[in-house]
């Protein structure tokens, strides 16, 4: 994505890239896998993936995966799936393709979520996790129409990420999160769904002491 693109984010996150890195910032990317798994995310990981009910031969696409932590663990999960994790970050997929070394039907592309360069119908299932929240309202929509492009009638979106509103008992880092008016419209995911074309179910709704409130989302691309 060039930065006149329609959908850029540059003046919102304001650095010297048209996305969000995966850390945030180029500098921190070393450190992004052990925040990650600071802040409980391996445990999110594998919630989705249960919910997400892999098959054998299922084409499944992740959708801001970042270093890949959770595309690599669907491919364990579902070995007899072929896994494609995007992200517009190009040294996060360096990472991430070091930790799929070894594995078959598994690789990273660069992308963006809101202009995926792959077919209508292309894939059975979409996993977005923690990704959301960080783009401004409109590219989440345009993300999650995305998301039902590619996906082929019947497939599904399984979506984590923050949502639901934050009081004052929660953490430090979630009321400072919720400065954020990105995380604010995180509040609005039903509706983005709806708006995309999706039948859509919320399956959970649980508290995270740093992050204020995880939501995951069933979206079905209808038949």
Not at 48 to 59: C, F, K, M, T, V
Not at 132 to 141: E, R
Not at 150 to 178: C, K, N, W, Y
Request: charged share 25%; proline share 7%.
């Amino acid at each position: 994505m060039s930065k006149n693109h329609p959908h850029s984010i540059l003046p919102t996150i304001g650095n010297r890239h048209d996305y969000l890195p995966a850390a945030g910032t180029d500098l921190m990317l070393p450190a992004f896998d052990l925040i990650s798994w600071l802040f409980g995310t391996p445990g999110l990981h594998d919630r989705l993936i249960e919910q997400a009910e892999l098959e054998p031969g299922h084409r499944i696409i992740e959708i801001g995966c970042g270093t890949g932590n959770l595309a690599t663990k669907a491919k364990r999960a579902q070995p007899a799936a072929e896994v494609i994790g995007s992200d517009p970050d190009s040294k996060a997929l360096a990472r991430a393709e070091r930790k799929a070394h070894g594995l078959t039907g598994i690789r990273f592309e660069r992308g963006y979520a809101q202009d995926l360069p792959y077919p209508d119908g292309e894939f059975d299932r979409v996993l977005s996790a923690l990704m959301l929240h960080h783009l401004p309202t409109d590219i989440k929509g345009a993300a999650l129409s995305e998301a039902f492009r590619v996906l082929r009638p019947g497939g599904r979106l399984h979506l984590l990420d923050l949502g639901g509103e934050i009081s004052p008992t929660d953490g430090f880092l979630a009321r400072q999160m919720q400065r954020s008016h990105t995380v604010r419209a995180n509040t609005g995911i039903s509706g983005l769904l709806e708006a995309a074309g999706f039948e859509y179910t919320l399956l959970r709704s649980e508290p995270h002491r740093h992050l204020g409130r995880i939501v995951y989302y069933r979206a079905t691309r209808p038949e």
